[in-house]
T-cell receptor, first 116, second 112 residues
């Protein structure tokens, strides 16, 4: 069973540019969450998509957006990049439904974004 | 917003020592999850807990769901060098829209 796949693994962008990151969840999982992690920091929640709808949102500016497709794959977009956006962006997938075990989240390896 | 207090922030331990870390909150949780993250990688799920008082082991790791449903701890017995990394707790609040709340992590460092 394939795990969570994030592409690309590494990315270098210039300030002011925009970037799109991709996440393919585990087959059958309907929930995809995105997190930002800066060096030495914990996981900062960006947003969660479930069945193509944003179900939860963290406290990030509107430059950060996302979407989910009918096959549960998700993309995250950051517009007008700032130096402070340099981070490891992690995607996690879960079943996302009502059963208690549906909260178990499985992470991809992340996309390391560097803004110069 | 809701917070999980994870402690300690970091630990320096000798190989062979037992390790204990915990997460506490003023809120009630339905689920507790423990993860380990190694440099440059995504967190990996170690143990999942679903019931108050539940005690679950995964090899040398043991985690417990607190009776009050407001806390959880993780123990690692007889630590080895590959245990180094950052351990995160995460919980799903009783009254939440399925969102996980995360601790700030405990960094485990083996003394040379």
């Amino acid at each position: 069973k394939a795990g969570v796949t994030q592409t690309p693994r590494y990315l270098i962008k210039t300030r002011g540019q925009q970037v799109t990151l991709s996440c393919s969840p585990i087959s059958g999982h309907r929930s995809v969450s995105w997190y930002q992690q800066t060096p030495g920091q914990g996981l900062q929640f960006l947003f969660e998509y479930f069945s193509e709808t944003q179900r939860n949102k963290g406290n990030f500016p509107g430059r950060f957006s996302g979407r989910q497709f009918s096959n549960s794959r998700s993309e995250m977009n950051v517009s007008t990049l700032e130096l402070g956006d340099s981070a490891l962006y992690l995607c996690a997938s879960s079943w996302g439904g009502d059963r208690v075990t549906n909260t178990e989240a499985f992470f991809g390896q992340g996309t390391r974004l560097t803004v110069v | 917003g809701q917070q999980l207090n994870q402690s300690p922030q970091s630990m320096f331990i000798q190989e062979g020592e037992d390790v204990s870390m915990n997460c506490t909150s003023s809120s009630i949780f339905n689920t507790w999850l423990w993860y380990k993250q190694e440099p440059g990688e995504g967190p990996v799920l170690l143990i999942a807990l679903y019931k108050a008082g539940e005690l679950t082991s995964n090899g040398r790791l043991t985690a417990q769901f607190g009776i009050t449903r407001k806390d959880s701890f993780l123990n690692i017995s007889a630590s080895i060098p590959s245990d180094v990394g950052i351990y995160f707790c995460a919980g799903q609040l009783r009254d939440s829209n399925y969102q996980l709340i995360w601790g700030a992590g405990t960094k485990l460092i083996i003394k040379p």
